[in-house]
């Protein structure tokens, strides 16, 4: 079973599908965060990180978010 890295904008209209899945979110300066998705509200998207806490990062600042999809091979 292999992996591909998926890279979607931040405004991406798949964003909601994404849903419970674990993501990084990587912002205009550079910084990468990674955690589990939580869903989107009021332009800014919500992550659980590693200790579970809940994360809210503005659209605005997103570059990109990247997951892995597994793949039939």
């Not at 931040?10 to 990084?24: E, I, M, S, V, W």
């Not at 919500?46 to 990109?64: A, T």
């Amino acid at each position: 079973m292999g992996k591909r890295l998926v890279r979607l904008p931040a405004t991406d209209p798949a964003l909601p599908g994404l849903t419970g899945k674990h993501l990084n979110v990587v912002l205009r300066n550079g910084v990468t965060y990674a955690g589990r998705l939580l869903g989107q509200e009021n332009q800014e998207l919500i992550l659980e990180d590693g200790l579970l806490r809940e994360r809210r990062y503005p659209v605005r600042d997103i570059e990109e978010i990247v997951y892995d999809k597994t793949t039939a091979f």
